[in-house]
């Protein structure tokens, strides 16, 4: 009875806020969304294919929100321009119609067959989707995701192999999926998940965080000794985390945008 009416009498935790503030930068004038978080515990700054991100601590004022913005004005406008740029984010695949497919650090022109199954093939001119006729944005999303997948187990498959003899035990299993922070994740079981955004990386990369994800089966830390597993087996493991730090928000973000689909105007 005690702990039912402490619940009712528990205050009610303070619910996320969400406006707007305009910020003029160089050559326009932009918006950008923010967000007064109970949970936040430092002013944050971010970038996405939605748009520029300010989020607050429920404590912070107005005020030191706006100085924020301006002290960071010139890292807003570098990260708004490298996703309107000429990186790897590319425009939705539009169903049937002109674009690219993002794979491997790489963007491929895509050209369209009808057929009885779904299915893409990539070849040395760039990728080839085929569709049936009736065919919509649904069975692309899905073929989408099943081409990532296989295209990831592949490489997986290639690369494995040469990392096993000096495991004490093999992964209990590989599940890939969209994850938004993080690029992959070792379970207590030995269950690993994998980022489906790292098949967009360079494959350098991808390999990096493999085998990152393989010595957590020796040291469930980020302790020195778990750095020296990673450096004895992945020298140059520093370039391509920092690659990833790069590039990983435009990767992550490039996924989303290809899984949904959009119909041509």
Request: aromatic share 6%.
């Amino acid at each position: 009875m005690a702990n039912l009416f402490r619940r009712l009498i528990a205050p009610v935790a303070p619910a996320i806020q969400r406006d707007t503030v305009r910020l003029r930068l160089d050559d326009a004038e932009i918006e950008v969304l923010r967000v007064r978080d109970p949970r936040a515990r430092r002013l944050k700054l971010s970038v996405d294919e939605r748009g520029a991100r300010l989020t607050m601590p429920l404590r912070a004022s107005l005020v030191s929100g706006e100085r924020f913005l301006q002290a960071n004005r010139q890292w807003l406008q570098q990260q708004l321009a490298r996703f309107d740029g000429d990186g790897l984010m590319a425009p939705p695949l539009a169903l049937r119609g002109t674009g690219v497919l993002p794979l491997r650090g790489a963007l491929l022109p895509v050209r369209w067959q009808e057929g009885r199954f779904t299915r893409i093939e990539v070849d040395a001119e760039g990728a080839c989707i085929q569709l049936p006729a009736r065919a919509g944005d649904a069975s692309l999303r899905r073929v989408l995701r099943e081409f990532y997948e296989a295209q990831m187990r592949a490489d997986v498959g290639r690369w494995l192999p040469a990392y096993l003899p000096g495991l004490s035990r093999a992964p209990a299993r590989l599940r890939l999926k969209v994850m938004s922070s993080q690029w992959g994740s070792l379970a207590p079981d030995g269950s690993m998940a994998l980022d489906l955004a790292l098949v967009l990386a360079r494959p350098s990369a991808f390999e990096y965080v493999l085998v990152h994800e393989l010595c957590h089966l020796l040291q469930a830390n980020h302790s020195p000794a778990f750095w020296a597993e990673v450096e004895a087996r992945f020298p140059h493991w520093r370039q391509e985390r920092d690659y990833l730090r790069e590039e990983g928000r435009m990767l992550k973000a490039t996924l989303r945008q290809m899984l949904q689909v959009q119909a041509p105007a």
